[in-house]
């Protein structure tokens, strides 16, 4: 039975050959449905044809104006029937923000009026220049450098937001990731009074019967929390407390009430919005700022951490800061205090192991089984937050910002790794394609030749080890130091190459996906350091397991 289909014009008509086909001129009536006009079906009996029965449809293509104007009148529909929702999560969230809101509405126009100021004498600089005026001024303080400066002076939600911006460019325009990569977490120090208060209310009993010292001046002071070197008393070991800073939760909660009310009435106004989720990625962030402020969850990323060393047997080789619970609150976080040095010190690495590239395989070790057998994985794995310890283990620090990967992820995961160290990139992109969503059929072999170009440019990325001496002031021994030097941007714009070719292709990866990526890129350029003649991920002494062994890794923790 064939079926054919038509623009306009009536549909065959199905009869007996041997009928004469006679009733080509019935009219039928339509409606329309959905911008396309949709028959009023029509049975007919034809006097001529004895008791033969008709079936009679006509199509017709609506016009511009009319498709157009159905559109609107679906979308305006739909709008009504969403608003009582929209005007319920106004009044819900706004209540939830109560008067914190309105003195952060003064410190954001405060913040708008000074990078405003900002731009108003770089404009006026710039009209003097025979270039003239720069796209990036023309486009205010929407451009990325006028809106990450603006957001260093909203303070700590705004500061978080960029860092999150800087870590998703699966989710964000490449130019502002670049730029919110210089996106600083630095902050003036609280009074050392303050926190002793907050300590005071937080554990409920005298700071003298818990501490027998604390440093006043910090060690650390960022946007959210500050960090102080203590003593506790009976055991006399050393400690470092970590502080919420004074009224952060409540300015946490302000700005990404008024960030999720926004991005809310964006969906509302245009429903491209919806489309692109943003509501879902204002949710996104605001669940992992949170988490990021609540030091219980980053106590149990920790502990979840030292017990996969201690069940794997790795707790020789590596370490994770002890949590002291009696000490601990939610706004209030004391831990071992852990001595060592940065795994970008090349000098003093020497000095505590004679191998520095036995302790960066080991901390791959280490990173690469966490991935498997522990629910979450260490996501800022810098230097700052990666140590080799005095007594020559290496020391995790820092685990405020967590990622989780699925199953499906990490089998995607698996491929592209082992074709990246193959140079198989057939391979990867097949990998890619599983792990990103999309709906759209994607030459792979097409994606598989841009891939390889991104990826052959790895090699050509500037490193420079910088050595420096310094001569004692009482001796005449000269010390020796060295670091690496990568060019942050360069290292930045590579992944983003591989996102911007991916998305290209129509798809879209995960956030996970980007939070491993820039991890690996952590360890690249400590192999560059370290172990300058070894292949990452082709290396036999790493091991990157698989899902089977990742389901056992599992269920020996539990």
Not at 400 to 416: N, Q
Not at 432 to 451: C, H, P, V, Y
Request: glycine share 6%.
């Amino acid at each position: 039975m064939a079926v054919s289909s038509f623009r306009s014009g009536r549909l065959p008509l199905f009869h007996h050959p041997q009928l004469p086909n006679k009733a080509a001129s019935a009219a039928c009536t339509t409606r329309s449905i959905g911008g396309f006009k949709k028959p009023n079906w029509r049975f007919s009996s034809n006097p001529n044809c004895g008791r033969a029965v008709f079936l009679f449809a006509q199509y017709s293509q609506p016009s511009q104006a009319q498709t157009q104007q159905d559109r609107f009148s679906s979308r305006l529909q739909s709008s009504l029937e969403n608003l009582p929702k929209l005007l319920e999560d106004i009044v819900q969230t706004s209540i939830s923000t109560g008067p914190r809101g309105a003195l952060r509405l003064a410190q954001g126009i405060q913040a708008f009026v000074g990078v405003g100021g900002e731009w108003l004498a770089d404009v006026s600089r710039s009209t003097n220049e025979p270039t003239g005026i720069p796209s990036q001024l023309q486009l205010g303080l929407l451009s990325p450098l006028y809106l990450r400066k603006l957001f260093e002076r909203m303070g700590a939600t705004y500061i978080k937001l960029g860092q999150f911006i800087a870590s998703a460019p699966t989710l964000f325009p490449p130019e502002y990731v670049e730029e919110f990569q210089k996106c600083f977490d630095r902050a003036p120090a609280v009074p050392f009074e303050d926190i002793q208060a907050i300590l005071r209310e937080e554990l409920g009993r005298p700071i003298d019967s818990i501490y027998e010292y604390i440093d006043p001046t910090p060690i650390a002071s960022a946007s959210i929390a500050q960090v102080h070197g203590a003593r506790l008393k009976g055991s006399q070991d050393d400690v470092v407390i970590k502080v919420l800073k004074p009224g952060i939760k409540d300015i946490l909660v302000a700005d990404l009430n008024f960030i999720y009310i926004a991005a809310r009435i964006l969906e509302f106004l245009n429903p491209d919005f919806s489309r692109a989720s943003l509501v879902g990625i204002v949710k996104d962030i605001r669940e992992s700022m949170l988490e990021e402020v609540d030091f219980n969850k980053e106590a149990t990323n920790i502990e979840s951490f030292r017990r996969y060393l201690e069940v794997m047997g790795l707790t020789r080789q590596a370490t994770a800061p002890r949590v002291y619970n009696y000490c601990s609150t939610r706004r209030v976080l004391t831990m071992e205090r852990l001595y060592g040095v940065p795994l970008t010190d090349l000098d003093s690495i020497s000095s505590l192991v004679s191998s520095p590239e036995n302790s960066l395989i080991t901390a791959l070790n280490v990173w690469f089984g966490s991935l498997l057998a522990c629910e979450t994985f260490h996501a800022d794995v810098h230097a700052g937050n990666l140590w080799l310890l005095r007594d020559g283990r290496i020391g995790f620090l820092d685990f405020g910002i967590v990622g989780r990967i699925s199953p499906k992820t990490w089998a995607a995961m698996e491929v592209f790794l082992a074709s990246i160290a193959t140079k198989e990139y057939e391979s990867m992109a097949s990998a890619l394609i599983e792990m990103g969503a999309t709906n759209q059929n994607i030459d792979s072999k097409a994606f598989a030749r841009d891939l390889e170009k991104i990826f052959s440019s790895i090699q050509e990325l500037d490193t420079e080890v910088v050595v420096a001496t310094a001569r004692g002031t009482n001796t005449n021994a000269t010390a020796v130091s060295a670091n690496i030097i990568v060019d942050e941007r360069q290292m930045n714009a590579l992944f983003l190459d591989v996102v911007r070719v991916s998305e290209s292709y129509g798809l879209r990866f995960p956030r996970e996906f980007a939070l491993l990526m820039k991890q690996l890129l952590y360890f690249d350029r400590y192999t560059r350091l370290l172990a300058p003649d070894m292949n990452m991920l082709q290396d036999q002494r790493i091991t990157i397991v698989s899902n089977r062994r990742r389901s056992n890794y599992r269920d020996n923790l539990r």
